[in-house]
């Protein structure tokens, strides 16, 4: 059975960075892509970063502005998103999510498993 497990959120100020990172059990990542969406309070669900299956290819969303790089280390079933210079309004619960299927995708149609959530809280 897949299952995602997000870490590394927390409170920061503006300005300041965070590496979330989310294990991945239950299926080899090289057969997966992978990505990170977040929420905030009263919003809907969005696409933030993508990276497809072997890791060469990879989506974002027009806010992160150069400031987020996403990677995976498939031999560690293991993704990231390192986070810089975090603004108050990126403040959300991110979410990671998996999928077979090819390409990267910054839709959530485009992810079957998804993680329980991080909570990113960045400060004025």
């Known amino acids: 059975q897949v299952q995602l497990v997000e870490s590394g959120g927390g409170s920061v100020q503006a300005g300041g960075s965070l590496r979330l990172s989310c294990a991945a059990s239950g299926y080899t990542g090289r057969n997966y892509r992978m990505g990170w969406f977040r929420q905030a309070p009263g919003k809907e669900r969005e696409g933030v970063a993508a990276i497809d299956r072997p890791g060469t290819t990879t989506t974002y969303a027009a806010f992160v502005e150069g400031r987020f790089t996403i990677s995976k280390d498939n031999a560690k079933n293991t993704l990231y998103l390192q986070m810089n210079s975090l603004k108050p309004e990126d403040t959300a619960m991110y979410y990671c999510?998996?999928?077979?299927?090819?390409?990267?995708?910054?839709?959530?149609?485009?992810?079957?498993?998804w993680g329980q959530g991080t909570q990113v809280t960045v400060s004025s």
């Open positions: 999510a998996a999928d077979p299927r090819i390409g990267s995708a910054l839709v959530q149609s485009g992810y079957y498993y």
